[in-house]
């Protein structure tokens, strides 16, 4: 079989908008997905990956809800390829949800203690003033804070 081109995407209008931002955080992902973690905890070692993905579903998020700058079709499309993740993009428009870092801090069995991670609660309401969460290193992102 020869190889096929699966280069075939057909991008909408307003894509050489994006591109630039997406390749950019494309290849910080890559360069993070490839670091030799040494010496960090494992689960550090899955921050910047988290930090990254988090930035380019902001992005689109940014670009289309509040800045109203890309079509419907441009927006779907980068959802659709990857580029930003509808999950999250679906809580962000939820009330108090509009900071939330990764969808794991809001799952309950990954918690001890509460029902949710230590990043969501409200500066005010804890007592350690400069926090971690252990699954994206989000240091709040309570609504508000
Ligand atoms: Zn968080
Ligand atoms: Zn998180």
């Known amino acids: 079989m020869p190889k096929v081109k699966t280069n075939r995407v057909k991008y909408p209008e307003g ?3 994006v591109e630039p931002t997406l390749s950019e955080l494309q290849a910080k992902m890559r360069e993070a997905e490839n670091d030799p973690h040494d010496g960090k ?3 550090e070692a899955l921050w910047p990956i988290f930090k990254i993905a988090h930035q380019k579903s902001r992005y689109i998020f940014d670009l289309y809800h509040r800045r109203k700058e890309i079509s419907h079709e441009l927006y779907e499309f980068c959802l659709d390829q990857g580029y930003a993740d509808r999950n999250i993009i679906a809580k962000w428009k939820k009330p108090g949800y509009e900071r939330l870092c990764c969808l794991r801090c809001i ?3 990954d ?9 969501r609660v409200p500066k005010h309401l804890r007592e350690e003033k400069v926090i971690e969460c252990v699954h994206c290193g989000c240091k709040g992102c309570a609504s508000g804070d």
């Open 15 to 17: 894509w050489e908008l």
């Open 41 to 43: 905890r494992k689960c």
């Open 107 to 109: 799952q309950p069995r």
């Open 111 to 119: 918690h001890n203690f509460n029902t949710t991670c230590v990043c």
